[in-house]
């Protein structure tokens, strides 16, 4: 079988089933996913039955600390790194932070960063304010009418003073997919590590970081079904070479010098949850299990990138024929994300949405922290944009419910 099976898939999310959501149609998911039954259920059994203080010498604390290796082991084969270039932390946000606290320390007055007015101000603001120690920022900037970063023009921005590009797998806001792959072999043939927000992107199927070359993959395990964790992938050699943010006993372990918060536990532990979730999908639609989970990851991505394709084109088609609203990025279902901000022309966002509230349709009206890129795209940045985004788990009835409840609203 190789075509979802959506009520299989709804069937492993408990919020499908929650009376209170029934009559909801969801589609802010680009903001936080539901999450998948194995995370509930890994999460209260160790809140329940292993919540100590992990590794040590007795059998609660020895099976929570297995819990968390089993996490990191499993969630690292899905995304085909190595277990000790996974790293968790509270937040993406809070990872790129600590990441350019280690960056400012290694670089050199002079030195020359590049980032995008694309991104989430996650991965923007931490590294843009190494410019008070001496370093240069450029930032590579978007088409201002379609939202887009041509790799082209990365060219002139990079030096043999370039030290970092730091740029999104995609927006969130304008859903275009980069091309990782070419624009990080660029960067690295200026010497310069690339460090990619995956936050948008990874819901939608975990990405092969090794085929990505990225040096730095960050993402947010509550946006991919998963607990209110920060994931970030950091090339081996990178880590080592980075200077340690976490306490001076610890410099020479790679695992805790780039991760300076306390971990958090159980939803270390719980984020197994996702890989249970990943090999359910995988067993249910394919013969056997018998590959690595490098495979597996990649046929899940392709089972859920083909149902989101099948709902996003007939959504983008509607959206592209009307004359009030301005879709913000490509409307060509194959180069994006089903992550889709639009701008109504004739009326206040913040009314079109009190308008889709009435039609039950959860979704937001923001800037979603991708401040610098509505505004570079002559949107006033305050409300901001009505974004409606969906994933796999999302059906067609749905769509056809926001598209009647978007020509009523507008
Ligand atoms: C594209 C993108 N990057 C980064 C972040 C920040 O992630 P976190 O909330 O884990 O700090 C978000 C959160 O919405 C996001 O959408």
């Given at each position: 079988?190789?075509?979802?099976?959506?009520?299989f898939?709804?069937?492993?999310?408990?919020a499908?089933?929650?009376?209170?959501?029934?009559?909801?149609?969801f589609?802010?998911?680009a903001?936080?996913?539901?999450?998948c039954?194995p995370?509930?259920?890994?999460l209260t059994?160790?809140?329940?039955?292993t919540?100590?203080?992990?590794?040590?010498?007795?059998?609660?604390?020895?099976?929570?600390?297995?819990?968390?290796?089993?996490?990191?082991?499993?969630?690292?084969?899905?995304?085909n790194?190595a277990?000790?270039?996974?790293?968790?932390?509270?937040?993406?946000?809070q990872?790129?932070?600590v990441?350019?606290?280690?960056?400012?320390e290694?670089?050199?007055?002079?030195?020359?960063?590049?980032?995008?007015?694309?991104?989430?101000?996650?991965?923007?603001?931490?590294?843009?304010?190494?410019?008070d120690?001496?370093?240069?920022?450029?930032?590579w900037q978007?088409?201002?009418?379609s939202?887009?970063?041509?790799?082209a023009?990365?060219?002139a921005?990079?030096?043999?003073?370039?030290?970092l590009?730091?740029?999104?797998?995609?927006?969130?806001?304008?859903?275009?997919?980069?091309p990782?792959?070419?624009?990080?072999?660029?960067?690295?043939?200026?010497?310069?590590?690339?460090?990619?927000?995956?936050?948008s992107?990874?819901?939608?199927?975990?990405?092969d970081?090794?085929a990505l070359?990225?040096d730095?993959?960050?993402?947010?395990?509550?946006?991919?079904?998963?607990?209110?964790?920060?994931l970030m992938?950091?090339?081996?050699?990178?880590?080592?070479?980075l200077?340690?943010?976490?306490?001076?006993?610890?410099?020479?372990?790679?695992?805790?010098?780039?991760?300076?918060a306390?971990?958090?536990?159980?939803?270390?532990?719980?984020?197994?949850?996702?890989a249970?979730?990943f090999?359910?999908?995988?067993?249910?639609?394919?013969?056997?299990?018998?590959?690595?989970?490098?495979?597996?990851?990649?046929?899940?991505?392709?089972?859920?990138?083909?149902?989101?394709?099948?709902?996003?084109?007939p959504?983008?088609?509607?959206?592209?024929?009307?004359?009030d609203i301005?879709?913000?990025?490509?409307?060509d279902?194959a180069?994006?994300?089903?992550?889709?901000?639009?701008?109504?022309?004739?009326?206040p966002?913040?009314?079109?949405?009190?308008?889709?509230?009435?039609?039950?349709?959860?979704?937001?009206v923001?800037?979603?922290?991708?401040?610098r890129l509505?505004?570079?795209m002559?949107?006033?940045p305050?409300?901001?944009?009505?974004?409606?985004?969906?994933?796999?788990?999302?059906?067609?009835?749905?769509?056809?419910?926001?598209?009647?409840?978007?020509?009523?609203?507008?």
């Amino acid at each position: 079988m190789s075509q979802l099976d959506l009520a299989f898939v709804r069937s492993q999310f408990p919020a499908f089933a929650e009376p209170s959501l029934k009559d909801w149609a969801f589609f802010e998911n680009a903001g936080g996913s539901y999450a998948c039954a194995p995370v509930i259920e890994r999460l209260t059994r160790f809140y329940r039955e292993t919540k100590v203080q992990p590794y040590g010498p007795f059998p609660a604390s020895e099976r929570a600390g297995a819990e968390m290796d089993e996490a990191r082991r499993r969630l690292a084969g899905y995304l085909n790194v190595a277990e000790d270039e996974l790293h968790f932390g509270p937040s993406t946000t809070q990872n790129t932070y600590v990441l350019a606290q280690a960056f400012r320390e290694m670089l050199n007055e002079g030195d020359e960063i590049v980032v995008t007015n694309q991104d989430h101000e996650a991965n923007s603001g931490a590294w843009r304010r190494l410019a008070d120690s001496g370093t240069v920022v450029r930032e590579w900037q978007v088409d201002p009418e379609s939202g887009e970063l041509d790799p082209a023009a990365l060219d002139a921005l990079l030096s043999e003073k370039t030290r970092l590009v730091a740029f999104p797998h995609c927006s969130n806001i304008v859903g275009h997919v980069n091309p990782v792959a070419e624009i990080a072999a660029k960067a690295h043939a200026a010497g310069a590590v690339v460090a990619v927000d995956g936050v948008s992107y990874a819901p939608h199927g975990f990405p092969d970081v090794a085929a990505l070359d990225a040096d730095i993959y960050l993402f947010s395990l509550y946006k991919t079904y998963g607990p209110h964790q920060g994931l970030m992938t950091v090339k081996r050699d990178l880590a080592e070479r980075l200077p340690n943010q976490g306490h001076f006993f610890n410099a020479d372990k790679i695992l805790k010098k780039l991760t300076p918060a306390g971990p958090d536990h159980a939803q270390i532990a719980a984020s197994a949850g996702i890989a249970d979730y990943f090999d359910a999908l995988d067993a249910h639609h394919f013969d056997g299990n018998d590959t690595d989970e490098a495979e597996r990851g990649r046929r899940v991505h392709g089972l859920m990138e083909a149902q989101e394709k099948a709902l996003l084109a007939p959504l983008l088609d509607h959206l592209r024929q009307r004359n009030d609203i301005r879709v913000l990025g490509p409307t060509d279902a194959a180069v994006r994300a089903p992550t889709v901000a639009i701008h109504p022309k004739n009326k206040p966002a913040p009314e079109v949405i009190e308008s889709l509230r009435h039609h039950r349709i959860a979704a937001c009206v923001s800037n979603f922290y991708a401040y610098r890129l509505v505004q570079a795209m002559g949107i006033d940045p305050e409300p901001g944009v009505l974004r409606l985004s969906f994933v796999h788990y999302t059906s067609p009835e749905d769509i056809e419910r926001l598209i009647k409840a978007l020509d009523e609203a507008l």
